[in-house]
Nanobody
Framework: QVQLVESGGGLVQAGGSLRLSCVDS????????MGWFRQAPGEERKFVAR????????NYADSVKGRFTASRDNAKNTVYLQMNSLKPEDTAIYFC?????????????????WGQGTQVTVSS
C-alpha cells in the first residue's frame, strides 16, 4: 500500500526557491514511478514532473523546465521537487503521485496513488 504525504510548501517571493518533499510510508516505494502535479484555483490538475523508478530519467512540463528539478531517494522513500526562480503563476497546490504503469506518464488518470497536497504561494 502506498501512502504519500507532501510537505515543504509555503509563501515565497517571486524569484525565490522552495523544496517540496513527499514521503511514502509503505514498503514498495522503489517499485513506483513518481509524478508531481499542481492545481491552481479554478483550474484542472496539471503535470509538472515525473521520475523513473530509480530516478535516472526525469521529464518536465515546458512551463517548469530549467527551473524545477525532481529527484528521489529510495532509501528514504522520498521524492523531492526543487523549485527555483519561482513565479506568481507557479502558485498552486502541489501533489505527488505514484504509478506502476510503465513508460513516461503525464496524465492524472495514469496515477493510482496521491498525496493530500501542499500549498505553494508565490507573491509578486
Amino acid at each position: 500500500q502506498v501512502q504519500l504525504v507532501e510537505s515543504g510548501g509555503g509563501l515565497v517571493q517571486a524569484g525565490g526557491s522552495l523544496r517540496l518533499s513527499c514521503v511514502d510510508s509503505g514498503r514498495t516505494f522503489s517499485m513506483y514511478r513518481m509524478g508531481w502535479f499542481r492545481q491552481a484555483p479554478g483550474e484542472e490538475r496539471k503535470f509538472v514532473a515525473r521520475l523513473s523508478r530509480n530516478g535516472d530519467t526525469t521529464n518536465y512540463a515546458d512551463s517548469v523546465k530549467g527551473r524545477f528539478t525532481a529527484s528521489r531517494d529510495n532509501a528514504k522513500n522520498t521524492v523531492y521537487l526543487q523549485m527555483n526562480s519561482l513565479k506568481p503563476e507557479d502558485t498552486a497546490i502541489y501533489f505527488c503521485a505514484a504509478t506502476m504503469r510503465m513508460g513516461v506518464r503525464t496524465q492524472v488518470y495514469d496515477y493510482n496513488y496521491w498525496g493530500q497536497g501542499t500549498q505553494v504561494t508565490v507573491s509578486s
